[in-house]
């Protein structure tokens, strides 16, 4: 096993906390949080952002559900939940003897689902799982998702939320090298 070094940590936070802001609504503690860890500059209302996140990523009514099977699919196939990428990230997931299931109400491919398992290869230390399951999954579809989300949100915070995550996870490709 890799060591787990002050920089890893600071990674595995990243992720862990980025897989929280699309898990669910943010709480007002949670969003006067990000806004300070991030400086950011939004002035939406709780009210506001809670409404963009069920209008942008509710499964049933949202603009941009948080699914890779939506974006990231074989040329032959279509986009649909539970596709190709899903059944691939479930046996990702089962490879390192997680079940993510068991840990969130959530699709396998759910970005949060996503996030929070590259948050578990970081503490693992599993370097070449981390490796591989960011560039088969996470590098084929977030930065685009993200410019998708910076089109179609209303508020400040989910564009300043979606450029960071594009940002950080450009950032790990490059520390990767891929």
């Known amino acids: ?15 862990k906390l980025f897989s929280a802001l ?8 949670m969003a006067l949080q990000i806004k300070n860890m991030f400086k950011m500059t939004f002035d939406d209302t709780t009210y506001e952002i809670r409404m963009d996140f069920a ?5 049933t009514a949202g603009h941009l559900p948080p699914h ?11 986009p649909r939940l539970w596709g190709k990428a899903t059944e691939e990230v479930q046996n990702f997931y089962e490879s390192v003897g997680l079940m993510i299931y068991e840990e969130m109400d959530l ?14 290869l970081i503490e693992q230390g599993l370097i070449d799982y981390q490796m591989s399951f960011f560039e ?5 579809w977030v930065p685009e998702y993200c410019v998708e989300i910076k089109k179609h949100a209303q508020t400040t915070f989910y564009k300043e939320v979606a450029e960071l995550l ?7 490709s490059e520390e990767f090298g891929i």
């Open 1 to 15: 096993m890799a060591s787990y070094g002050e920089g890893d940590l600071e990674r595995a936070k990243l992720y």
């Open 22 to 29: 699309f898990m669910q609504e943010p709480t007002d503690e």
């Open 55 to 59: 209008r942008l990523f509710s499964i």
């Open 68 to 78: 890779e099977s939506l974006y990231n699919y074989p040329l032959a196939d279509k």
């Open 107 to 120: 699709i396998p491919d759910h970005l949060s689902a996503e996030l929070f398992f590259m948050n578990y």
């Open 136 to 140: 088969k999954h996470l590098l084929s």
């Open 166 to 172: 594009k940002e950080f996870i450009l950032s790990d």
